[in-house]
Antibody, heavy 116, light 108 residues
Framework: HVQLQESSPGLVKPSETLSLTCTVS????????WTWIRQPPGKGLEWIGN???????NYNPSLMSRVTISIDTSKNQFSLKLNSVTAADTALYYC??????????WGQGTLVTVSS | EIVLTQSPGTLSLSPGERATLSCRAS???????LAWYQQKPGQAPRLLID???SRATGIPDRFSGSGSGTDFTLTISRLEPEDFAVYYC?????????FGGGTKVEIK
């Protein structure tokens, strides 16, 4: 049974970098795609990007200039960095994973608020 | 980028009724790589249907998916009280992956 848990940075100041880590338990990172998705309060879902253990990554073009997704197989973790954040980046951030590009398993989500 | 349009925005139904949710894509979804998710308040989304019509593990058979190309449908044959939620479609064929805006199924 695969479980995902996001770290919880909580509050990030405008123009700074949002950093999140997702710890995977119950399976190795191999053979899966690992994804970050966000949801602004009261709104719909936005796909941020994904990564495979081969380190092949795909990003949403709307965020590509600011986002980096990385993977650490030794810790069974993958991470998200989003720089130069603004209030528009305030959202519930989910990590997710699956054998294909769909999200079979999800973390519980972590709320990140961008505010000074 | 493939734009997904879900309709209706809100569906008001009673328990026991049939729900039909639509997801239309701006261009053909290759190999019907279309997923459906259910999200309840305060919870993460849950995968219901993958590849347009394959139920995910543990999903009751009252949920079914159909369609191909640009038109897809999620059907809930008889609504149970726990089915009232928001439903999203997602195309998983082309990067960037995209979600529809969601359909809220509410109790009438």
């Amino acid at each position: 049974h695969v479980q995902l848990q996001e770290s919880s940075p909580g509050l990030v100041k405008p123009s700074e970098t949002l950093s999140l880590t997702c710890t995977v338990s119950g399976d190795s990172l191999s053979s899966h795609y690992w994804t970050w998705i966000r949801q602004p309060p009261g709104k719909g879902l936005e796909w941020i990007g994904n990564i495979h253990v081969s380190e092949n990554t795909n990003y949403n073009p709307s965020l590509m200039s600011r986002v980096t997704i990385s993977i650490d197989t030794s810790k069974n973790q993958f991470s998200l960095k989003l720089n130069s954040v603004t209030a528009a980046d305030t959202a519930l951030y989910y990590c997710a994973g699956g054998l294909g590009w769909s999200a079979d398993y999800w973390g519980q989500g972590t709320l990140v608020t961008v505010s000074s | 980028e493939i734009v997904l349009t879900q309709s209706p925005g809100t569906l008001s139904l009673s328990p026991g009724e049939r729900a039909t949710l639509s997801c239309r894509a701006s261009q053909s979804v290759i190999s019907n790589y279309l997923a459906w998710y259910q999200q309840k308040p305060g919870q993460a989304p849950r995968l219901l249907i993958d590849d347009a019509s394959s139920r995910a593990t543990g999903i009751p058979d009252r949920f079914s998916g159909s369609g191909s190309g640009t038109d897809f449908t999620l059907t809930i044959s008889r609504l149970e009280p726990e089915d009232f939620a928001v439903y999203y479609c997602q195309q998983c064929a082309n990067s960037p992956l995209t979600f529809g805006g969601g359909t809220k199924v509410e109790i009438k």
